[in-house]
């Protein structure tokens, strides 16, 4: 438990949360990535001569992913989820509390450092990708900015990575506004991929993508994960993806985790009156069922 | 139920740098009165070209024919730009994904109502906003009265898309066709705004062909549903029936693709459908999904008819037509 006793890592009282909850991991070695208590606030303009005020996205999130785990973070738009994301890559610093990765807090200046061990994908694969550059160009930039090997290893690394990701040889000289959906978000993917970092940040990486495509991409995120032994934090509005690709859940509800638990404590038994109407909303493709009645203003 | 709207070999072309795009090539369904029928399918299938075609809203250079295309017994082809006009609004109506795009930022939500109703019936302003007030308190839209004197940017998508809703039903229109109506919302919010849209479909007998790519959306609230694939429909059944046999190797496809709770294994391969979609610019040869068809055979060297293969079920596929003929092969 040395995340636990670490002072540094432990600026703020510990929340009873993270030991307590159903479904929260114990122990600390094998903990891949850790939140401590992070929030996050925004300022608001309210006019020039008006009080500033300010919002909290996201609140007190402790959450912990072990090594080789794959959570899943639900909730709906405006929730924190992007907000946490962003924090977790350095993207964005936290108003308070920390980020763990193997144990280790993360200092916000090493954004490099940190890039070697986290990466994102997300949503848009058509705006992620620079329309510049080509295939291999695109997967390359991680392992040129990192003086990865010499330039001849560089390429063989990319090529092996872009194989490995189902792109076949000639699409690798060609520019992302001549491939698919898919195929760009396999692009992202291999660019992800080609440090070989620890956890991968999966924020809504199929709501773009057409269902016969989405199946495509999430074997191929199956299949990574069994290769290389991968963490995943799996960022998502749809239930249905969420349950078969997750071993736990953690649902957000205005910046705050209301309920976590294992992928069958979550779907099976749900406690939170929020997550039970989140599950009544998803509509599993099963005729006879009709709508569910959602009585939102409840959470509003 | 009477025959609504009755399409027969609607083809739509696009011009492009590239060739000639067909859009949508061929393709028949009816709508019956007070009936919803779900288009579904993903994207570039032509879905969407097949409402803006119906509406007579497609693009300039958009080139449609059909050898039917009638509305209540109108022939939509022979109506010029004012017939069209007539027509929209009053008796057929639309619903669009982002109501920001068809709501106008500068006038009072009441202003906008009202002129969908007084564009095209007789009425006093009073009546107008008198009809916009009941509409926006049965569209569930909270303080209706004040809502009348506010801006579209001063509601949240959820609520601009219940004044999408109570718009297109100010003339009381025999038909809606909503084309994504609710991709854009979170689910809670798809939820309700879903409900609605089926209670008052059902309350005012109004038909709607309802355009998604959300086979989870079509199983709660189709009442038929018509699959398209490149540009064809290639399954059309009722809805119960549809996901029960699925009988189209595409539609087939895309129900084994999505994981459901009960049937999937979690952590599982899903059956994803091997292949992309083939290029529309040009003639496509043969059945358009034979590339990626686990099925197979020669006779997809030739175009499919649209075969019935049950009391309105009906599929493109030779396969699916004549199981029999596949047995001998194998």
């Not at chain 1, 144990?103 to 940190?114: H, M, N, S, V, W």
């Not at chain 1, 949503?123 to 990192?146: C, E, F, K, M, W």
């Not at chain 1, 898919?182 to 970092?197: M, S």
């Not at chain 2, 189709?222 to 029936?241: I, S």
Request: positive net charge.
């Amino acid at each position: 438990m040395n995340a636990m006793t670490d002072s540094r890592a432990w600026n703020l009282p510990a929340p009873a949360a993270t030991s307590g909850s159903p479904g929260a991991v114990g122990g600390s070695e094998d903990i891949a990535l850790e939140l401590c208590v992070l929030s996050r606030s925004f300022k608001l303009k309210r006019g020039l001569f008006k009080p500033a005020g300010s919002i909290q996205a996201v609140s007190d999130v402790s959450l912990r992913i072990r090594k080789g785990e794959t959570l899943g973070l639900v909730g709906e738009s405006g929730c924190g989820k992007s907000t946490l994301a962003k924090m977790l890559l350095g993207l964005l610093p936290p108003t308070s509390g920390n980020v763990l990765i193997g144990g280790k807090e993360i200092d916000p200046r090493q954004r490099r450092a940190l890039a070697r061990r986290i990466q994102p994908i997300f949503q848009d694969p058509y705006s992620s990708l620079n329309p510049r550059r080509t295939v291999a160009d695109i997967v390359g930039v991680p392992l040129r900015l990192h003086g990865v090997g010499t330039a001849a290893e560089q390429t063989r690394a990319v090529k092996a990575m872009l194989d490995l990701v189902g792109m076949p040889e000639r699409t690798h000289r060609q520019y992302p506004n001549q491939l698919s959906g898919g195929q760009r978000q396999r692009v992202a993917i291999a660019r992800a991929l080609v440090l070989r970092p620890e956890i991968l940040v999966c924020d809504e990486p199929t709501s773009a993508l057409d269902v016969s495509v989405q199946a495509q991409i999430l074997n191929l995120l199956l299949d990574l994960k069994a290769e290389f032994g991968l963490t995943y934090l799996f960022i998502s509005h749809d239930l249905g993806v969420v349950e078969h690709l997750v071993d736990r859940v953690a649902v957000m509800h205005r910046g705050r985790i209301v309920e976590q638990g294992t992928r069958e404590q979550i779907f099976a038994a749900a406690q939170h009156p929020y997550t039970r109407m989140l599950l009544a909303s998803a509509l599993t493709p099963e005729p006879g069922l009709g709508l569910p009645d959602i009585d939102r203003e409840a959470f509003a | 139920m009477s025959i609504l709207l009755d399409v027969k070999n609607l083809r739509v072309d696009l011009p492009t740098e590239r060739g000639m795009l067909h859009a949508v090539r061929g393709i028949d369904f009816q709508v019956r009165r007070g009936e919803m029928l779900c288009l579904v399918g993903e994207s570039g299938c032509g879905k969407s070209m097949t409402s803006l075609a119906l509406m007579g809203l497609l693009p300039a250079r958009a080139r449609r024919s059909a050898d039917r295309l009638q509305f209540d017994g109108l022939d939509l082809q022979a109506q010029d730009e004012r017939g069209m006009s007539r027509l929209r609004g009053a008796r057929m109506s639309m619903i669009f994904q982002e109501p920001m795009t068809s709501l106008n930022p500068s006038y009072t939500l009441g202003d906008q109502l009202c002129e969908a109703l007084r564009a095209h019936r007789k009425v006093t302003a009073a009546e107008a906003r008198e009809r916009a007030l009941y509409l926006l308190e049965r569209a569930g839209v909270p303080q209706a009265a004040d809502r009348l004197r506010q801006y579209p940017h001063q509601l949240s998508g959820g609520l601009r898309q219940r004044v999408m809703i109570a718009m297109a039903l100010m003339c009381g229109p025999d038909l809606i066709i909503a084309d994504e109506p609710t991709t854009a919302l979170d689910v809670t919010i798809q939820a309700q705004i879903l409900r609605l849209i089926r209670e008052l479909q059902q309350e005012f007998g109004t038909a709607v062909v309802f355009i998604t790519h959300d086979l989870g959306v079509v199983a709660r609230i189709a009442d038929r549903v018509a699959v398209m694939y490149a540009g064809e429909v290639v399954e059309t059944a009722p809805v119960d029936q549809l996901f029960d046999q699925p009988s189209h190797p595409y539609t087939q496809g895309l129900l084994r693709c999505i994981p459901v709770r009960g049937k999937t294994l979690p952590g599982s391969r899903l059956q994803a459908i091997p292949g992309v979609v083939p290029s529309l610019v040009g003639e496509v040869q043969g059945c358009a999904f034979a590339n990626r068809c686990s099925q197979v055979r020669p006779a997809c060297s030739v175009a499919p008819p649209f075969a019935e293969v049950a009391p309105g079920h009906a599929v493109r596929c030779v396969t699916a037509a004549h199981p029999a003929t596949l047995a001998e092969v194998a």
